[in-house]
C-alpha cells in the first residue's frame, strides 16, 4: 500500500514557475513508475508526466515538452514536477500516482494512461492567471 500526498500548488501568473511534490509513504515507492496527472473543470484527467522506477527515463505529453521537468528521489520517496513557462492553460489540479507494478519496464504508451495507476492522491490545485 502506497500512500501519495502533492504540495505546492498555488496561483501564479503566466510565465512563472512551480515546483509540485509528490511525497509518497511505504517501502516500495522506488520499485514504482510514477506519474503526474492533471484535470481541469469538466475535462477528463489528462497525463502530463512519468518517470520510471529506475529513475532514468521521462515522458511527458506533448503541452508539457520543453516547460516542464519530472524527477525522483528515492531516498525521499518523493517525486517532482518542475513546471515553468506556465500559461493559463495549466490550470487544474494536478495529481501524482504510482502504478503498483513491481520494478516493470513497459512501452511509452503504458505511461499515458490513468488505469495503468493503482495509487492516487489527492491533488493540488495550480491556477495560472493571464
Known amino acids: 500500500q502506497v500512500q501519495l500526498v502533492e504540495s505546492g500548488g498555488g496561483l501564479v501568473q503566466a510565465g512563472d514557475s512551480l515546483r509540485l511534490s509528490c511525497a509518497a509513504s511505504?517501502?516500495?515507492?522506488?520499485?514504482?513508475?510514477m506519474g503526474w496527472f492533471r484535470q481541469a473543470p469538466g475535462k477528463e484527467r489528462e497525463f502530463v508526466a512519468a518517470i520510471r522506477w529506475s529513475g532514468g527515463i521521462t515522458y511527458f505529453a506533448d503541452s508539457a515538452k520543453g516547460r516542464f521537468s519530472i524527477s525522483r528521489d528515492n531516498a525521499k520517496n518523493t517525486v517532482y514536477l518542475q513546471m515553468n513557462s506556465l500559461k493559463a492553460e495549466d490550470t487544474a489540479v494536478y495529481y501524482c500516482a504510482a502504478d503498483g507494478s513491481k520494478r516493470s519496464f513497459y512501452s511509452s504508451t503504458y505511461y499515458y494512461y490513468p488505469a495503468n495507476y493503482k495509487y492516487w492522491g489527492q491533488g493540488t490545485q495550480v491556477t495560472v492567471s493571464s
Open positions: 511505504g517501502r516500495t515507492f522506488s520499485d514504482y513508475n
